[in-house]
């Protein structure tokens, strides 16, 4: 069972650059430990909050995409909150937003492509359809 | 002057009477299924209260440039479409269709959850 998700989570600004390193290395551990992958580590840099969190007005976002089951989620989230620098976090999959994504656009190409080639008569068709 | 006033209400009656009188059979139904042919073809509300004024059709944005993926991390897209408030602005006003709407309120909510968008007031 493969999802995608995305973790995003904030902390707080007047953390030291490389303890936040420390921390992000920490949680691919993790990961790696519960049989999921890290695919990539986005640092969002420094970003105004838009309402205070605890007393915080600044936060630096971290993005983070994961592949794994749910148990790995738990897993990353328990540590999240438990891990005292970070303010917030939000888990959103997104595997199934992506195969979504790229159905749409696969029906694009394939719409734009045959124009010119055999199949164009689909097409006409369907204009024909919208000029009644 | 009674004549008058009489002659423009009569063919006004004539040409109603004919729908209340194909649904007799249901009743007292014939009143919403009289209205609609005629409204629909007349198009916007502008008619009914007899003033005549140019509504621009509203348009689904995300339908019209063809955006597909409306995700929560877009704040300057998802701006758009928060009131100052930080209230999300109906469909009614700003004419996303139910589908995009449906993605589009998701993503603000995750976005709020995230403090990249504020639950109320402004941001900053």
Redo the contacts between chains.
Sequence with gaps: MNRTYEV?F?VRPDMAEEDLDKLISTLETAVSGTGGTVKSVEKMGK?????T?GRFHD?VYV?LTVEGGGGLIHELERRLRVTEPVI???T?RIDE?QKR?DK??KIREARKKPAPAPAATPEGGETAAVTV | MAEETKAPSAPAESSSSPAPSESHGHGHRPGPRGPRPGGGPGGGGGREGGRKYFRRKKVCKFCVEKI??IN??DVRLLAQFVAESGKIVPRRLTGVCTPHQRRLSSAIK?A????????A?R??
């Design positions: 995003m904030i970003r105004r909050l838009a309402y969190v936060g993005l917030k976090f939000l959103v937003e994504l749409i656009k | 597909e993926s929560y991390k995750q709020r959850n995230i403090a990249l968008l504020p639950f007031g941001a900053n």
